[in-house]
């Protein structure tokens, strides 16, 4: 069980580029979740995904785009970077998504943004 | 808006110096209350979900409790090894499982 895995594990953009972020997990749960980390402002939530077939904004999600692929996969796109997305981003699932529900982190991915 | 404080921002402790670390929330309808420990470079790690005011969850030197606007994280005589950054996060009644994070507790314990 890998639980929460996360391509690639580091990435160097310059402004204006696309890229997509990977994110999978074995747990066979129905929701999943993109969250950045910043220097003192904590982790926050970008896109999640209920379930299959839904996506929706968190709050912070201008500049980005997502896709639930199947129940497995829920990828993140940037489709022109800019240095204000250098951060590390964090992918997450949970069972049904309900509230109350813990959520499980992958390990991470670095985006530098020049 | 659902809101986490935690503090304090650092703490320093000596191997065996028992403390504990304060998360305050203001959501509406609290569904759950997590506590996560997270090393430089890694991912969130899972360490306890409170759901009611009393609720207490034990897990080697930690011990999360529970009230109706706070939880503490207690560190019995703790290890270097402890050393790492506790998040708090709450998830709120209209959230829908979206968790709201504090900012964390950085936590170094020295030999």
């Known amino acids: 069980n890998a639980g929460v895995t996360q391509t690639p594990k580091f990435q160097v953009l310059k402004t204006g580029q696309s890229m997509t972020l990977q994110c999978a997990q074995d747990?066979?749960?129905?929701?999943m979740y993109w969250y950045r980390q910043d220097p003192g402002m904590g982790l926050r939530l970008i896109y999640y995904s209920a379930s299959e077939g839904t996506t929706d904004k968190g709050e912070v999600p201008n500049g980005y785009n997502v896709s639930r692929l199947n129940k497995r996969e829920f990828s993140l796109r940037l489709e022109s970077a800019a240095p204000s997305q250098t951060s590390v981003y964090f992918c997450a699932s949970s069972g049904t998504g309900t509230g109350g529900e813990t959520q499980y982190f992958g390990p991470g991915t670095r985006l530098l943004v020049l | 808006e659902d809101q986490v404080t935690q503090s304090p921002e650092a703490l320093r402790l000596q191997e065996g110096e028992s403390s504990s670390l304060n998360c305050s929330y203001t959501?509406?309808?609290?569904?759950?209350l997590f506590w996560y420990r997270q090393d430089p470079g890694k991912g969130p790690e899972f360490l306890f979900t409170l759901y009611s005011a009393g609720e207490e969850k034990e897990k080697e030197r930690l011990k999360a409790t529970l009230t109706k606007k706070e939880s503490f994280l207690h560190i019995t005589a703790p290890k270097p090894e402890d050393s790492a950054t506790y998040l708090c996060a709450a998830a709120g009644g209209t959230s829908y499982g979206k968790l709201t994070f504090g900012q964390g507790t950085i936590l170094t314990v020295h030999p």
């Open positions: 747990m066979n749960h129905n929701s």
């Open positions: 959501v509406s309808g609290l569904r759950g």
